[in-house]
């Protein structure tokens, strides 16, 4: 983690913003990245993600070695290899870059609905917050489009301020939840089986392993605190089961609402999005 990246004394001298919801979300002006971008820049990159949580650039015009290169300022790149599971190849030359369409790389076209790789996707659909499966927690996830559906068909990603929703929990459960420091057991699985029941339905989450994480902590960058849930967590460590299944759900039922969440269009090739999932 890198530590408070935004002070009251932050300064953005180089980045233009156009807020996209009252709380969170920003779109940004002022990177060219066509060029190296200065380290001041970067910086400010860097505090507005902190502000922010999640920072929308448009019509980057990065290749996929540029996407990389420009990802790594960030710190450790995660690796692809342990997903490329049931023969899936990658699309990519770069194993640091990881698919999050829904193309076949075989025939290159849309993925039948029915095919394992869509069932498997619809995880991905629910709000889930990226790699929470993993021992490592991801911090940044830098998303570039590609190529775009059709308009008019879907394809938004959707985000949620879980930071803004720890600040207005009722207070009782907010007491409750630091009182008692509570921790998470997540698991890919988990939210597999909540997609899709049927076609996962011989999967026993129990046998795979689960990663711990706390449920309330603090975002290192901003100093606020978060809570961090979602479609991966499977149960509340040692809670009787009702109660943990209680406790997810207001929570998750609590961040989800209207007034937490934000759309956002992919409107070019190009176009990227930053968020901090920690
Ligand atoms: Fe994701």
Known sequence: MPGLLLT??????TLKFKK????????????????????????????????????????????????????RRFGDLDDIR?????????????????????????????????SA???????????????????????????????????????????????????????ELKAKLLEHDYVGAHSLYSSRKKAAPEFFKDVDVTKYPMHRHRIVQRHEPSGRMNLYIAAHLDHVVDLPSTESQELMEKLMDHVTQEKYTLSIPWNDPGDLVIWDNT
């Not at 993993?134 to 559906?149: C, D, M, Q, W």
């Open 117 to 171: 790789r869509a069932q498997y996707n619809k995880g991905n659909a629910l709000f889930h917050v990226d790699s929470s499966f993993n021992p490592r927690r991801a911090s940044y996830s830098i998303l570039k489009a590609h190529e775009l559906p059709p308009p008019n068909t879907g394809g938004n990603t959707g985000f949620a301020d879980s930071r803004t929703a720890f600040d207005e929990l009722d207070p």
């Open 82 to 114: 342990p997903y490329m599971v049931n023969g899936r190849k990658p699309r990519y030359e770069y194993y640091e870059l990881f698919d999050a369409g829904n193309i076949d790389s075989e025939t290159n076209t849309v993925l039948m609905p029915d």
């Open 20 to 71: 996209l919801h009252p709380t969170f979300a920003a779109e940004v002006d002022g990177v060219d990245f066509s060029a190296p971008i200065p380290d001041d820049v970067f910086k400010e990159i860097l505090a507005a993600s902190a502000k922010f949580g999640v920072v929308v650039f448009r019509k980057t015009g990065l290749d996929d070695l540029g996407h990389v290169e420009f990802s």
């Open 8 to 13: 009251p004394d932050t300064e953005f001298k």
